[in-house]
């Protein structure tokens, strides 16, 4: 036993090492680096006299709203990617004095089940997630665009100047990915109450060829463009790809302290309290965390009937922010022993929006021209973004596992997640693999 928990260590240090290790030091964060891209592509610095500073003040609000609608995106689906259960794969009740097994098969993966570890044993584990991001609200990340208007000259109002209806659309090309490695250890402090450590250690990966283009009204009606990235204003350059996004960032993502308490055992079902707070450790800047603490509590009712497990977690998950909401939660499932060294895991989960969407997080959605031809009175919307807006980001998900006990206290897991919706920033499927050890 002590040559296995000595094995495990010593890989988790050497995993660690290697990741900070193979990672090198970014002169700008990944934001910044989006950042930039949008003032690359809004500064027309070659139009002529004050035309080239025309997208600059209506769009610094818009391109900064989009900043923050992708950060709360990207951090949030990184740092809030559910942790393992602190539950081990064979739990103990020592109150006669001796140990006896509350359960036959190895337990949940990442949803929780009422019973606890019993006083004094020790569930410790290390999981590798990977996740590549391929969907924004069910558009393809690399078909991502945002539309910016020219700035409101003359009368209140776009569309009483040509130049009102020049437009700029910019294509991100984005590319997403994060793997993260997640230790974590719990502590049976009583036969009935755990405590516990989550730390992630989290790689973001963002590439993005954006390219940006002009729509020239003030170049197809007059032969002369007002607005343009290059040449002159008869001969207009009306695209441009601003400088390509390849980096990476590494580092602790937002680490979580539990404590769950078992309230009712041996009923007809047993329950449990849990709660979870997750500190602000990751780097916002780089997608690494939230930039904010949140606390979780969970109801967690489940009953053993013999090799079958059923659970059921009801929570809600309080954000100490003004920039994102609240969120309730659910997650419904099983875990089956099938046979003496396997046991298959299945749940369904769900997270929902409370409240309203803040307006830090909305993206620009539409903007309106009037004008008039003759003695009518036309308007247009033009659209901001092909992102579909929505009010609430909800995430509904199925998730398919196994623990799988080799020998002894070893068990060895395998996770695969796949949405069933598309709110928010979504991958096709998430692998998790993982290993723990209980003793």
């Known amino acids: 036993m002590i040559q296995g928990v000595n094995c495990m260590i010593r890989t988790i240090a050497v995993l660690f090492m290697g990741i900070f290790l193979a990672h090198s030091v970014i002169a700008q964060s990944l934001k910044e680096q989006i950042n930039g891209v949008f003032d690359e592509v809004l500064n027309l610095e070659l139009s002529p006299g004050e035309h080239g500073e025309h997208f600059l003040p209506v769009n610094v609000t818009a391109s900064q709203a989009v900043i923050n609608s992708l950060n709360n995106f990207i951090g949030n689906s990184v740092a809030s990617f559910p942790l393992s259960s602190s539950t081990a794969g064979v739990t103990f009740d020592f109150s006669s004095g001796k140990p006896v097994p509350t359960s036959t098969s190895f337990g949940p993966i990442y949803s929780e089940r009422a019973q606890t570890l019993g006083s004094g044993r020790i569930n410790l584990g290390l999981n590798f997630t990977y996740i590549k991001f391929t969907k924004v609200r069910g558009l393809p990340t690399k078909d991502m665009r945002l539309t910016f208007t020219h700035q409101d000259v003359g009368d209140p109002g776009l569309g009483d100047s040509p130049n009102e209806f020049d437009t700029m659309d910019l294509f991100m090309n984005m590319d997403i990915r994060a793997s993260v490695f997640a230790f974590y250890l719990t502590y049976g402090i009583t036969d009935r109450f755990d405590i516990g450590v989550a730390v992630p250690f989290t790689n973001v990966q963002l590439k993005a060829d ?36 390849d980096d990476d960032a590494t580092g602790i993502g937002d680490i979580a302290v539990r404590a769950k308490y078992n309230f009712v055992r041996e009923k007809l079902i047993d329950f449990s309290a849990l709660a979870e707070y997750r500190m602000a450790t990751g780097d916002a800047d780089n997608f690494l965390g939230t930039g904010y603490s949140s606390l979780r509590f969970s109801l967690i009712g489940s009953k053993i009937l013999g090799d079958f497990a059923p659970h059921l977690n009801l929570g809600y998950i309080k954000r100490f922010t003004d920039h994102d909401r609240d969120e309730f939660e659910f997650i419904i499932g099983y875990d089956q022993k099938i046979a003496e060294s396997f046991t298959l895991v299945i749940d369904l989960l769900g997270r929902f929006d409370l409240g309203d969407q803040p307006e830090s997080q909305k993206f620009p959605t539409a903007a309106t021209l009037n004008y008039t031809i003759g003695s009518s009175d036309y308007s247009d919307t033009i659209s901001l973004t092909n992102i579909p807006e929505y009010s609430h980001d909800n995430l509904i ?30 991958p096709d499927f998430i692998p998790t693999l993982g290993i723990e050890l209980s003793f």
């Open 210 to 245: 954006p390219i940006a283009y002009m729509n020239s009204y003030t170049w197809v009606s007059n032969d002369s463009a007002n607005h343009y990235f290059d040449g002159t204003q008869t001969e207009p350059v009306l695209t441009k790809a601003p400088t390509p996004i």
């Open 397 to 426: 998900d199925a998730a398919f596992g196994f623990k799988f006990n080799p020998k002894e206290s070893l068990l060895i897991m395998g996770n695969v997640f796949v949405p069933l919706n598309s709110g928010g920033l979504r």
